[in-house]
């Protein structure tokens, strides 16, 4: 296999320039980049997710990249720092079940045994990503060139990464980097000066890429939906037969008006307000990110609209 069977995965690494050339700095040969990220590939791809597999953990790589060094969040980070995310942005998701935590830990899966029920999924990923960095096997030791004390900061940050992408925790990180930066500029300190302000700068960045498909243009964002909507109704059919608790929002996502309600007030809700931050945050720099976002969100409202009259006149 070689990486020119996936045009997209060769570009990024090695026709980017500022990505080559950092990893080649701090890990090595292109055949050892090769061979992790196919690895990666594979285990991503073995449960035939539609929508948490490798084009989803390559997606945001990409838009964690797009945030880092195309905008002025660059300023806050170093090469090690960029490498941690980028390669945890990649990896936040693999072997990912195709299911939620929450019904991990109601079918009291293996995964949610062993991780005691917190963060159930994140932290397999996050283990299974070190365990796919680090395989001997031929030339697939990905952090066999990092020194030990670049190793441990590599392991804090992608582990500290993918975990913030639990959305449990979505609304607690906002409110501590809203904070943070409020505090530091109140107190005339330079936000970024502090490693708890990278961690969360790298935090905001992963999540916000994890979410990106809403703030793409509309034919590629109601891609990425009908997608995570498979899925979902999915995983609500099996809590029927298993018969646990259902997710109610996970119901009828096959019917237009209940789709649209769904990401309406998705990104309303969760999307919105976090890209705000973002935006704010880099002085309007994702700007044409911002109104993606927002004629999705009125694009979606009109479909709820026009469709729940729709459904309303054919009632009897």
């Known amino acids: 296999i070689h990486c020119a069977e996936f045009p997209y995965l060769h570009f990024f690494f090695f026709k980017q320039k500022t990505a080559y050339e950092m990893l080649r700095s701090l890990v090595g040969s292109e055949m050892c980049i090769r061979d992790s990220c196919l690895a990666v590939r594979e285990k991503y791809n073995e449960n035939r997710n539609a929508f948490h597999n490798f084009d989803h953990g390559f997606a945001v790589m990409q838009a964690s990249f797009y945030f880092t060094v195309k905008t002025s969040l660059s300023k806050y980070l170093e090469s090690l720092d960029i490498l941690a995310l980028l390669l945890s942005a990649l990896c936040h998701d693999v072997g990912h079940t195709g299911r939620t935590n929450i019904f991990e830990i109601n079918t009291m899966s293996k995964l949610a045994t062993t991780y005691n029920d917190r963060s159930v999924l994140e932290q397999y990923h996050a283990s299974l990503m070190f365990q796919l960095l680090k395989e001997d096997d031929g030339n697939q030791n990905f952090l066999a060139n990092l020194s030990l004390s670049d190793l441990k900061i590599f392991r804090k940050h992608a582990i500290t990464n993918i975990l913030s992408t639990d959305m449990k925790d979505h609304f607690d990180l906002l409110k501590k980097f809203e904070s943070s930066y409020k505090e530091a500029v109140e107190g005339g300190v330079e936000f970024g000066t502090k490693e708890t302000h990278k961690e969360l700068v790298t935090q905001l960045i992963i999540h916000s890429s994890d979410?990106?498909?809403?703030?793409?243009?509309?034919?590629?964002?109601?891609?990425?939906?009908?997608?995570?909507?498979?899925?979902?109704?999915?995983?609500?059919?099996?809590?029927?037969?298993?018969?646990?608790?259902?997710?109610?929002?996970?119901?009828?996502?096959?019917?237009?008006?209940?789709?649209?309600?769904?990401?309406?007030?998705?990104?309303?809700?969760?999307?919105?307000?976090?890209?705000?931050?973002?935006?704010?945050?880099?002085?309007?720099?994702?700007?044409?990110?911002?109104?993606?976002?927002?004629?999705?969100?009125?694009?979606?409202?009109?479909?709820?609209?026009?469709?729940?009259?729709?459904?309303?006149?054919?009632?009897?």
């Open 211 to 316: 979410l990106n498909g809403p703030a793409k243009t509309h034919d590629i964002a109601s891609q990425w939906t009908k997608r995570v909507h498979r899925e979902f109704m999915k995983q609500y059919s099996e809590e029927i037969a298993l018969g646990i608790p259902v997710t109610p929002y996970f119901k009828d996502l096959d019917k237009i008006e209940v789709a649209a309600k769904s990401e309406f007030q998705f990104n309303t809700i969760i999307i919105q307000p976090m890209f705000n931050i973002l935006n704010t945050f880099l002085n309007n720099e994702i700007s044409d990110i911002m109104e993606h976002l927002n004629r999705n969100i009125k694009e979606y409202e009109r479909l709820m609209k026009e469709n729940t009259k729709g459904s309303e006149d054919a009632s009897p």
